[in-house]
């Protein structure tokens, strides 16, 4: 799971949206509601001005000019103290013609400083913009004596003042942007010759060699550098884990050499819905973990230290792997095929070790104690497999408080109605799910799916199905204990032998309408993302990815916004959108500043977009904006770099006669070659869209426009950047290897590649480039993948496989289906759900629902449309191939 998705959880129970907009009566982790603090709602000052600026309320004197850049002050606060450190800091600031800003929200204040928060900006609550250092020194000075030592978390970005809660570092004061290694988009600060670099915003302090640490901060610095660990008894040997709480190391004593785990915990930080800090919550663990003393099913305490003010639990070290980690090894759905003698073997290896868990969870109910945070990351297997040990107790309760659960993982997360015990049986319930399926992440848009999930599962694991039952019954439980599950009646045998059940009612009601019943899906699909809409809008019109809310234009974008939502509307027959039309030209007249250059992400894309739609006098001034900016600067990639400017302004060009947006694509693809065969293999990405595929596929249009065969052998080179950070698995499947995971999606894995390659293969014969399709094309032909979307999920590989002209290799399907597209479109069953009574999918970490082009329903409508649809459509750039054989050698024949 991504850690940065749960705060977008909270304002809407359908979509992904910004937490700010969250209802102002809704409930907070301390009670009351979301309410604005009391200096927020004053009126702005005679002569200052005051506006929002995404989580924060700035203000400042109209005539008063900001530096650029400098010393900055943070001053931080717990919610409970957070109104009156607020009222002092606002009356310094009015009274000095300070520039100030505020996060102005208790419940804001609370997602920053929470478990999963950006570690970089955990901790910030009130930043003052002094004019120069003198005056930031004296202020910051000022502030400790009138808010010193009021409990806050401790900045990891910054140098703590004395003892908190104000902090220093230099940076920005204004928005600026430039592109970093990774040719990504990041705040920017001024080099000392006029450049543009990055302002480093991560969990550590950082200055730039041009601005030395002033006088005044240096007695604080070296405090901070004072603290280290060499008086420890125990040997800190490397970081397992981070969180905004502390991190989890593996450590050794150094007496005897014995492996043990430290935990630490920052206090005020790392809150939990309760509020607890990291260090009340460990507080917690060590006495859950004493009390159950004696268990194997749990780690033994074996001490605790404190370290400057950061506390640490040494727990026993737990050998074996976290349960997760066996569903890639053992699950059969991986693979493209697997025989009945694996799927039982699985399905008993399944329900085995789902009953040591359960009887491990007993043990701990047995001593009067409730887990709370049961899922599979916290469940480590013994390498033999004959044993389990629960960990992490810091959610851990007396059940007799009945208190209800604080931290959970989303696909494990309990209703708010369960408390007790009953916490521990709807995670358990979820994990009888999730062995055979692993999507209950989706139960948190709609437990009804729990039914669905279990039927599909227990298609594949007949055997099973009074197993997967067992769980629909608790999952649907309501408060009284009635199960809303349907009825079933046992063929045979009593419950937990595994007799198969009968259905009563017929299917469950999930899909409302079948992926592959075209032209029906694409119709539902098409209602559910009309219904979502949000007009009134200016951040966005369609419901999407976190990413709307990433940059200035992420909600108009190709990728996440209005953009690539009317793209697929269009391409796959749906039909015009003109109140969305019309929308996103008025706000693609002020894209707002900052905004990415890019095609998925920004003013590219945009460009495109609306020159696609007839809209060409707005196409060219923003093709005329973005030529205006350091696009030269972007990385090499399809999504935000060069590869994906070039291929809009090339088509932008050709359709408008504009010369200098010709040239500017042709540089534009020399400059991706160049940056994506000079870049090193530890820094060099891989796939469609941020590797050297997005480069090759440049090449290769503007080669159909120039003739140049250069530009093909550019896009050989480009593409072979790509196949050399490849992996075969056991399988057979080509993956891309990123080191710790392989991916074959279409985005960021080797099926991307292929649909370049593919395309290459079009215009010059290339051997080795035609023996690895076969293999692509068996990694978009898996059971399973974890989510539905167009670039990193199942919708991804219908596109692929609907497209191909790559043989269809051994154990083909027959020759009316010979990629299996068909199987790849009844498997977007699994994630699809109901939004109005339509057909909508879930975004990226599936636990809210998309409607966008990368993560959501617009990309699985696209996808339908290319495989189903009848009428020829694709990604952009990448239409239907013109041939179903590899074309006579432009240039000769390469090997």
Not at 521 to 529: N, P
Not at 637 to 644: E, K, S, V, Y
Request: net charge negative.
């Amino acid at each position: 799971m991504s850690k940065g998705y749960g705060v977008f959880c909270d304002a809407d129970r359908h979509f992904y949206d910004t937490p700010r907009r969250r209802a102002a009566d809704a409930p907070d982790a301390g009670g009351g509601g979301d309410r604005l603090f009391a200096a927020a709602r004053r009126p702005a000052p005679e002569g200052w001005r005051s506006h929002r600026e995404g989580d924060w309320l700035a203000l400042r004197p109209l005539d008063h000019r900001l530096p650029e850049q400098g010393w900055k002050i943070h001053v931080s606060a717990r919610p409970d103290n957070a109104e009156s450190v607020l009222e002092r800091v606002w009356d310094f600031c009015v009274e000095r013609s300070l520039a100030f800003k505020f996060v102005p929200t208790r419940y804001l204040l609370h997602n920053r400083n929470a478990k999963y928060a950006d570690r970089g900006a955990s901790g910030k609550f009130i930043t003052v913009y002094p004019g120069g250092d003198e005056e930031c020194g004296a202020a910051a000075a000022a502030l400790d004596g009138l808010v010193g030592g009021e409990p806050g978390p401790y900045i990891l970005s910054d140098v703590r003042w004395n003892r908190g809660p104000v902090h220093l570092r230099y940076g920005s004061f204004t928005k600026r942007y430039c592109y970093d290694e990774n040719g990504d988009a990041v705040p920017a600060l001024e080099g000392p010759a006029g450049a543009l670099v990055p302002d480093r915003r991560g969990p550590g302090f950082h200055a730039p060699g041009w601005a030395p640490v002033p006088d005044f901060l240096r007695p604080h610095l070296e405090a901070r550098s004072a603290v280290d660990v060499t008086g420890l008894p125990y040997a800190i040997e490397r970081a397992l884990h981070f969180s905004n709480g502390g991190g989890v190391y593996a450590g050794r004593v150094k007496a005897t050499g014995e492996p043990v785990v430290l935990k630490e915990a920052r206090p005020h930080a790392g809150l939990a819905a309760d509020g607890a800090d990291a260090v009340e919550r460990l507080e917690r663990e060590r006495e859950a973990l004493e009390r159950l003393a004696g268990l194997d099913c749990v780690p033994r305490v074996l001490g605790r230290f404190q370290l400057d003010d950061h506390r640490f639990l040494v727990l026993e070290h737990v050998g074996g792997r976290p349960l997760n980690s066996f569903f890639a090894q053992r699950h059969p759905l991986i693979g493209p095929e697997a025989s009945p003698e694996r799927l039982a073997e699985y399905r008993r290896w399944a329900v085995r070790l789902y009953t040591r868990i359960e009887e491990a969870v007993a043990a701990v109910h047995g001593r009067g104690l409730v887990f709370n945070d049961l899922h599979l990351f916290n469940i480590m297997v013994s390498e033999d497999e004959s044993a389990v040990v629960l960990l992490d107790f810091e959610a851990a309760r007396p059940a007799e408080d009945r208190a209800r659960q604080t931290v959970a993982n989303p696909g494990f997360v309990a209703p708010g109605d369960r408390r007790g015990f009953d916490v521990d049986r709807y995670a358990l319930a979820c994990l009888r799910l999730a062995l055979f399926l692993p999507l209950t992440s989706l139960l948190a848009i709609d437990r009804g799916k729990a039914e669905h999930l279990a039927a599909e599962a227990a298609r594949t694991f007949p055997e099973a199905r009074w197993f997967l039952r067992r769980a629909v019954e608790e999952i649907l439980r309501d408060a009284d204990g009635e199960s809303a599950a349907r009825p079933v009646t046992p063929e045979s045998g009593t419950p937990g032998t595994g007799a198969a059940p009968a259905e009563a009612d017929g299917p469950p009601a999930f899909p409302p309408v079948a992926p592959g019943d075209w032209p029906r899906s694409r119709d539902s699909m098409a209602a559910a993302v009309l219904a979502s809409a949000t007009p009134g809008r200016d951040d966005r019109f369609f419901p999407g990815d976190i990413a709307q809310f990433g940059s200035a234009c992420g909600g108009l974008s190709v990728g996440f916004g209005a953009a690539g939502v009317l793209y697929a509307l269009a391409e796959s027959g749906a039909g015009p959108a003109p109140e969305a039309e019309e929308w996103l030209l008025r706000r693609a007249k002020d894209p707002g500043s900052g905004a990415p250059l890019g095609f998925y992400d920004g003013l590219a894309g945009l460009a495109w977009t609306l020159d696609r739609l007839g809209h060409q006098g707005p196409a060219l001034e923003l093709t005329g904006l973005l030529l205006s900016q350091p696009w030269e600067a972007a990385g090499p990639g399809l999504h935000g770099g060069t590869a994906g400017i070039g291929l809009a302004l090339d088509a932008i060009a050709a359709g408008t006669g504009e010369t200098e947006a010709s040239a500017a694509a042709l540089r534009c693809a020399e400059l991706s070659a160049q940056r994506v065969l000079a870049a090193p293999d530890e820094r060099r990405r891989a796939g469609l869209l941020h590797g050297g595929s997005g480069t090759a596929l440049l090449c290769i249009r503007l080669y159909e426009r120039t003739g140049d065969t250069v530009l093909l052998d550019l896009a050989r080179r480009t593409l072979q950047a790509d196949l050399d950070m490849c992996v075969t698995g056991a399988s057979g499947a080509l993956h891309i290897d990123e080191g710790w995971r392989t991916l074959p999606y279409l985005g960021e894995g080797s099926v991307g590649v292929g649909m370049v390659i593919d395309d290459y293969l079009e215009h010059r014969r290339d051997a080795a480039l035609e023996r690895a399709r076969p293999q692509i094309v068996r990694a978009a032909q898996g059971r399973f993948y974890a989510q539905p979307g167009l670039f990193r999920g199942q919708a991804g590989m219908v596109l692929y496989l609907s497209r191909t002209t790559a043989p269809a290799g051994a154990g083909a399907r027959p020759s009316s289906d010979p990629h299996g597209v068909g199987r790849q479109i009844d498997g977007l069953s699994l994630h699809a759900m109901r939004y109005r009574g339509h057909l909508a999918f879930p975004g990226e970490q599936m636990m809210r629902l998309s409607m966008d082009l990368s993560t959501g329903t617009a990309g699985c409508l696209l996808a339908l449309a290319a495989a189903r649809g009848g009428t020829p459509t694709g990604l952009p750039f990448l239409p239907p191939l013109r041939r179903k054989e590899p074309a006579a050698e432009a240039a000769g024949t390469t090997e």
